[in-house]
């Protein structure tokens, strides 16, 4: 295992179209991250699941954002109905808990970078 | 060898200590980041730097482009500043980033 990867690295759509994205994390991190980062800006949080459950969903989730970890491993983000301003990249990053400091070191997947058309 | 290097990889400073967090690149960027990354796991963006330097604060943030280096500094640290900062390399539609540097102010 070699990091946490996503897929696919790239994706052009129409707008009004449906797409996933994959996150495969790092075997070991129960925690998982999506991120979206907009060209000049730091990464924004999505969403996040500790196993297969989601624990904390940012108000920038509207409901044409789905994500899922079914089997606490990996996980999909969907998008429906996009729109132009969905254009972003979508980070995933894996982490597990660090010892008694409860501390968090993300490792992040290298994105999905989405333009809609 | 990672495109964007940080050093150090784990950094313990007592409060009030001026503290660097160094950061080279190898690729071409347009922009460079630093994020803030909180132990709840939270990333801020603190700086996005295309030369030069920038404040904020405590914190200062410089780039060398020719040098392909930046380094990020606080001034008089505090336990709040505790996290792993990371810098993020930028090119276009492209983002690299570093491993990141976590950071321990004692009290």
């Known amino acids: 295992d070699t990091g946490v990867s996503q897929d696919p690295r790239h994706k052009i759509t129409k707008r009004g179209q449906n797409v996933t994205f994959r996150c495969d994390p790092i075997?070991?991190?129960?925690?998982l991250y999506w991120y979206r980062q907009t060209l000049g800006q730091g990464p924004e949080f999505l969403t996040y699941f500790q196993n297969e459950a989601q624990l904390e969903k940012s108000r920038l989730l509207s409901d044409r954002f789905s994500a899922e970890r079914p089997k606490g491993s990996f996980s999909t983000l969907e998008i429906q109905r996009t729109e132009q301003g969905d254009s972003a990249m979508y980070l995933c990053?894996?982490?597990?808990?660090?010892?008694?400091?409860?501390?968090?070191?993300?490792?992040f997947g290298a994105g999905s970078r989405l333009t809609v058309l | 060898k990672n495109e964007v290097e940080q050093s150090p990889q784990n950094l313990t400073a007592q409060e009030g200590e001026f503290i660097t967090i160094n950061c080279s690149y190898s690729v071409g960027i347009s922009a460079l980041h630093w994020l803030q990354q909180h132990p709840g796991g939270g990333i801020v963006s603190l700086f996005m730097l295309s030369s030069g330097k920038k404040k904020h604060g405590r914190l200062i943030a410089t780039i060398n482009i020719q040098e392909k280096h930046s380094s990020l500094h606080i001034t008089a640290s505090h336990p709040r500043d505790s996290a792993v900062y990371i810098c993020?390399?930028?090119?276009?539609?492209?983002?690299?980033f570093g491993a990141g540097t976590r950071l321990t102010v004692k009290p």
């Open positions: 075997s070991e991190h129960n925690r």
């Open positions: 990053a894996s982490s597990v808990l660090q010892g008694f400091s409860g501390a968090n070191v993300l490792t």
């Open positions: 993020a390399a930028v090119n276009n539609n492209d983002m690299r």
